[in-house]
T-cell receptor, first 114, second 120 residues
């Protein structure tokens, strides 16, 4: 079956630093990848949609300069949280859309900014 | 605009009870997909089912069953003889069908989730 590997699983960083989260589709090509954010006891909110080789499309209210998304290949997308602040602490999860399996989710990254 | 409503925020049952999680959706598309996911405390999303809008047959998988009714725009999920391991947050989600199977992909719209607690 389709597998999406997301790293790191958790990260603690100091306020003002940047953090990169990787999402890799291991056994299929993901034309489209989605990045979601989830606050405790809340639903998943789509942040952005990225297609390989093109700029990401951000949802309303999501700062594109703060949440940099790169989808350089059909198997790798990255989300970089720049100049992180405590309010950016959240659970980030990626999803890859492939031809056969539909949506496959990564295991998520728990970001804590101190 | 698409919308998914899960009116039940939290449900508590005793082990072996049956429990139904409700999901009501809104979409203007005639072709769409509905999903259920389980999210245990560890956080990962576990895929449970995908159903397209043209297939209204109910589905059963072990202790899980799904009731899809287009007339009421509902896609309810029933767990029979619940177990402690079923304790998790369950999300219902909706997507346009266009693009999914050609690899393009369309965003999933999630409901707010239902926290299920199964106690001994």
């Amino acid at each position: 079956g389709a597998v999406v590997s997301q790293h790191p699983s958790w990260v603690i960083c100091k306020s003002g630093t940047s953090v990169k989260i990787e999402c890799r589709s291991l056994d299929f090509q993901a034309t489209t990848m989605f990045w979601y954010r989830q606050f405790p006891k809340q639903s998943l909110m789509l942040m952005a949609t990225s297609n390989e080789g093109s700029k990401a499309t951000y949802e309303q209210g999501v700062e594109k300069d703060k949440f940099l998304i790169n989808h350089a290949s059909l198997t790798l997308s990255t989300l970089t949280v720049t100049s992180a602040h405590p309010e950016d602490s959240s659970f980030y999860i990626c999803s890859a859309a492939g031809m056969v399996y539909g949506y496959t989710f990564g295991s998520g990254t728990r970001l804590t900014v101190v | 605009a698409q919308k998914v409503t899960q009116a039940q925020t939290e449900i508590s049952v005793v082990e072996k009870e049956d429990v139904t999680l409700d999901c009501v959706y809104e979409t203007r598309d005639t072709t769409y997909y509905l999903f259920w996911y389980k999210q245990p405390p560890s956080g990962e999303l576990v895929f449970l089912i995908r159903r397209n809008s043209f297939d209204e047959q109910n589905e059963i998988s072990g202790r899980y069953s799904w009731n899809f009714q287009k007339s009421t725009s509902s896609f309810n999920f029933t767990i029979t003889a619940s177990q402690v391991v079923d304790s998790a947050v369950y999300f219902c989600a909706l997507s346009e069908a266009r693009g999914i199977l050609t690899g393009g992909g369309n965003k999933l719209t999630f409901g707010t989730g239902t926290q299920l607690k199964v106690e001994l």
